[in-house]
């Protein structure tokens, strides 16, 4: 016959005496009221993050209205620079067009003027044995009988020698003595210019109004 299993008691009566803390409980009106509050704090801040963000896009777009309104003002103004450049260059080189058009004119209606104002060297040279005027070969006599005359006048008479030099274009001259000389060279000076006005606005442009001059010596 087996032997009767003895009954062990689970609780443990000498454990100190646990007390279950009461769970709080909110009245539904109050709970109700947590809730509303609660909602209208989030859209408060949803609200004011909304402003913010609006506020920092309309910023943003801003910003990128200024950045793309600088470039195109920058494009302006280097497009108006350039315009005012070339404009400016082509006056220039109209001008030096419309002089020399002038000047040939001027040489051929009065083609001893500055020979006969060279002369006027006569008064600083009179110690010099000789004057030697070199000339087109066409304008030999003309400026021997207009020289011959100023250089008789200053003293000079008879030292005075105008030779025909076909390198010399027509109302240029060179003035030769002994310690000096002057040389009028419309050519050379036309070429110092153009050096001038290329170093100034860099090369001419072929459809400018260089075209005006012609081949060079054209102007005479």
Known sequence: MSQPQRFLFDTDFGAPKVIKAQVA???????????????A??????EADGRRAAREADAARLNAAIETLGAQLAVALADADA??????REAAVLALAFARKLAGAAVAQFPLAEIEAAA????????????VARVAPDFVEG???SLTEAAQQRGFAGRLIVLGDPEVAEGDA????????VIR?????????????EQRFGAPDESGPEGLDGPEGDDR
């Open 143 to 145: 400026v021997r009988a």
């Open 83 to 88: 315009r005012a450049l070339t404009v400016e």
């Open 25 to 39: 409980t909110v009245a539904l009106s109050d709970h109700e009221a947590a809730l509303a509050e609660a909602e």
């Open 174 to 181: 060179r003035l030769e003595w002994a310690d000096g000389g």
């Open 185 to 197: 060279d419309a050519a050379a000076v036309a070429r110092a210019i153009d050096r001038a006005v």
């Open 120 to 131: 006027a060297c006569f008064a600083e040279i009179r110690q010099a044995p000789h004057l």
């Open 41 to 46: 704090s989030g859209y408060r801040r949803g």
